[in-house]
Nanobody, 115 residues
Framework: QVQLVESGGGLVQAGGSLRLSCATS????????MGWYRQAPGKRRDVVAT???????NYADSVKGRFTISRDNAKNTMYLEMNNLTPEDTAVYSC?????????WGRGTQVTVSS
């Protein structure tokens, strides 16, 4: 069983920045891939960014150049650095982790960007 706990969400003005964290309850070395997803009200959950154990990253087109995903193996934590935020980035952001062929999800953290 893997527990994922997100933090770092909040209210920010357009153009601002936030850094989300996703802390894992197991060694991050055992996690083959992790990702950030977001769901806005009335919309489906979409992928934001993913990172593999080797450090390969992928981003949704809408966040390329503004968001950066990373992982700190020593802290068993994944991050999402979000810059130049827009109201369209408002959503609940959740992290997931693929561990021993099972996908685990965190509960999410709210990000609200005001215009």
């Amino acid at each position: 069983q893997v527990q994922l706990v997100e933090s770092g969400g909040g209210l920010v003005q357009a153009g601002g920045s936030l850094r989300l964290s996703c802390a894992t309850s197991v060694s991050i070395f055992g996690i083959s891939a992790m990702g950030w997803y977001r769901q806005a009200p009335g919309k489906r959950r979409d992928v934001v960014a993913t990172i593999t154990s080797s450090g390969s990253t992928n981003y949704a087109d809408s966040v390329k150049g503004r968001f950066t995903i990373s992982r700190d193996n020593a802290k068993n934590t994944m991050y999402l650095e979000m810059n130049n935020l827009t109201p369209e980035d408002t959503a609940v952001y959740s992290c997931n982790a693929l561990y021993r062929q099972t996908l685990y999800w965190g509960r999410g953290t709210q990000v609200t960007v005001s215009s």
